[in-house]
C-alpha cells in the first residue's frame, strides 16, 4: 500500500489556461474526496465520489470545475479557463465507505500567473 | 452553520516547553473529531482522532487531545515539544462524509 498519490506535485499555469490533476487513492478505498486548501486557510471540501458516482459537489466548485472517476478507481480534476483566484494546494483524499478517516495525499499545488 | 475554530493562528514555544493548541467545534450531533499536522509543502497526516469511547486520545509521537462535549471543544496537548513538532495543525469534524476544517495553528518551535 503506497498511500494516495496525486500527480503534478506543482502546476504552474497562465491565466485562461486549462489544467487537469489526477488522483490514484488507496487501492481498496471506493471514496475519494477532493479539497481545496489557500493560504492561511484550511482545507474546504469540493466533492466526492464512492466508486465512479459523484455524490457531493460544494458550492465552491463552479461551471469550470469538473471531476470525473470513470471507473471508480483515479480521479482528475479539470479546471478550465484559470483564474488566479484557483492558486491553491488540492488535496486529495480517500477512505472506505465505513470509515470517517480519510487519508490524503502529498497536494498538487496550482499557480496561476 | 457547523464550523471548526482554531483560536491561535499561531503559537511560538520554546523547545521542551508544553504547548496547547485550542480547537472548538458547534455541532449540535455526534462528533468525530480529528487533528491533523502538515509540514511544509505537504499533505495532511492524522495525528489522532475521537470516535467514541475514552474522552482522552492520544498519539504515538506524545501528543494527546481531550475530547470535552460540555465546552464543545478537543484541545491538542503536547508536555513536551521538540524542535521537529514545528508545523500547522487542523481541527476538523466529520460531517456527512466531508472532514470540516478549522482554519490552523501554526507551532513555531525555537531551540
Known amino acids: 500500500d503506497t498511500g494516495v498519490s496525486q500527480d503534478p506535485r506543482h502546476k504552474i499555469t497562465k491565466r485562461g489556461q486549462n489544467v487537469t490533476f489526477r488522483c490514484d487513492p488507496i487501492?481498496?478505498?471506493?471514496?475519494l474526496y477532493w479539497y481545496r486548501q489557500t493560504l492561511g486557510q484550511g482545507p474546504e471540501f469540493l466533492t466526492y465520489?464512492?466508486?465512479?458516482?459523484?455524490?457531493?459537489k460544494s458550492r465552491l466548485l463552479s461551471d469550470r470545475f469538473s471531476a470525473e472517476r470513470p471507473k471508480g478507481s483515479f480521479s482528475t480534476l479539470e479546471i478550465q479557463r484559470t483564474e488566479q483566484g484557483d492558486s491553491a494546494m488540492y488535496l486529495c483524499?480517500?477512505?472506505?465507505?465505513?470509515?470517517?478517516?480519510?487519508?490524503f495525499g502529498p497536494g498538487t499545488r496550482l499557480t496561476v500567473t | 452553520a457547523q464550523s471548526v475554530t482554531q483560536l491561535d493562528s499561531q503559537v511560538p514555544v520554546f523547545e521542551e516547553a508544553p504547548v496547547e493548541l485550542r480547537c472548538n467545534y458547534s455541532?449540535?450531533?455526534?462528533?468525530?473529531l480529528f487533528w491533523y499536522v502538515q509540514y511544509p509543502n505537504q499533505g495532511l497526516q492524522l495525528l489522532l482522532k475521537?470516535?467514541?469511547?475514552?474522552?482522552l486520545v492520544e498519539s504515538i509521537n506524545g501528543f494527546e487531545a481531550e475530547f470535552n462535549k460540555s465546552q464543545t471543544s478537543f484541545h491538542l496537548r503536547k508536555p513536551s515539544v521538540h524542535i521537529s513538532d514545528t508545523a500547522e495543525y487542523f481541527c476538523?469534524?466529520?460531517?456527512?462524509?466531508?472532514?470540516?476544517f478549522g482554519t490552523g495553528t501554526r507551532l513555531q518551535v525555537f531551540p
Open positions: 487501492s481498496e478505498h471506493n471514496r
Open positions: 465520489f464512492q466508486n465512479e458516482a459523484q455524490l457531493e
Open positions: 455541532s449540535s450531533v455526534s462528533v468525530y
Open positions: 476538523a469534524y466529520y460531517n456527512t462524509d466531508k472532514l470540516i
Open positions: 483524499a480517500s477512505s472506505p465507505e465505513w470509515e470517517v478517516e480519510q487519508y
Open positions: 475521537y470516535l467514541s469511547g475514552s474522552t
